[in-house]
Every structure is written in C-alpha cells, then in structure tokens.
C-alpha cells in the first residue's frame, strides 16, 4: 500500500518518469536472474535510502537523474522539521508524514536538526539500471 502512495503521486507529478520506472520493473520482472526479487518489489523507483536523525548539510544527490524527481517521506516523532533549499531561497515545513518530490541531482537542499526522532525515506532512480535494461534515456516532465 505504501509504494502504491509513492507511485501515484510520482505518476501525478511526473508521469514520463512514472511509466519509464514501470516499464524498468516490468522487464526486471522479466529476467530469470531477478525475477524471483522482483515480483516482490512493488515500487517504480529502483532505489530507496534510509536516513534517521541525520542532519544534513547542503548538497546535490549524485546517483540521481538530471530530469527526474526523488521523493523524500519523513516520519516519526519529532517537531521544528525544515527541509531548506539554499540555492534558491526556499524553505519548507517538514513536519512527519510530508512528502516531498523534487529533483535532487539540481536542487541543493538540507535538512536541519529537529527535536525529536526523525526518519526519511528517499526514492529514487538511477539512470545506469535503465541504460543496463535498454531502456530510452530519462526525459523532463511536462505535467
């Protein structure tokens, strides 16, 4: 259920990105080397990180895709959550149980020290799984 919510709003957000991680899964889905591993994963984004009580400092993401977004979800039990980014003067209330897709790989942005216990998960796509697969390259998003 819950990578069907990371889908959906990966599908309304950037649909071209959405079918080209759909159609990554479904030829991994494919392979008799990973089919077994992936019949179970149910998300379009071919990577997901961790972090818990990290602050960090501003930065851009190297493994991501220069036109596509990640998704950033952050949980638990914490208050006075910012994510900042700096380049472009904006900061964010980043309160548990925000979600927030934006493209990492141009956007500098961080995230600083909350009081509480805090938790993100970030999905994300690395463009060499779909080079490995065949698949077109990356395009922007029109929506």
């Known amino acids: 259920m819950f990578f069907a919510l990371i889908n959906l709003v990966l599908a309304l ?4 990105q959405y079918r080209a991680g759909r159609t990554a899964l479904k030829v991994c889905k494919r392979f008799h080397t990973m089919a077994e591993c ?3 994963w149910e998300s379009v984004f071919t990577a997901i990180g961790v972090i818990s009580n990290r602050i960090t400092a501003p930065y851009k993401d190297c493994l991501g895709c ?8 952050t949980v638990g039990d914490y208050n006075n ?4 980014m700096p380049g472009i003067g ?14 990492g790989k141009v956007l500098r942005h961080q995230v ?3 009081h509480g216990n ?9 463009e060499n799984v779909h080079r490995w697969l065949g698949l077109p390259p990356p395009s922007y998003s029109r929506s």
């Open 112 to 114: 600083r020290k909350v």
């Open 13 to 16: 957000t950037h649909p071209t």
């Open 38 to 40: 992936a019949s179970l």
């Open 90 to 103: 904006i900061q964010f209330s980043y309160a548990p149980g925000c979600l927030v897709a934006l493209c």
């Open 118 to 126: 805090r938790v993100c998960c970030v999905f994300y796509m690395q």
């Open 81 to 84: 959550g910012v994510l900042d």
């Open 66 to 73: 220069l036109p596509w977004f990640d998704i950033l979800y």
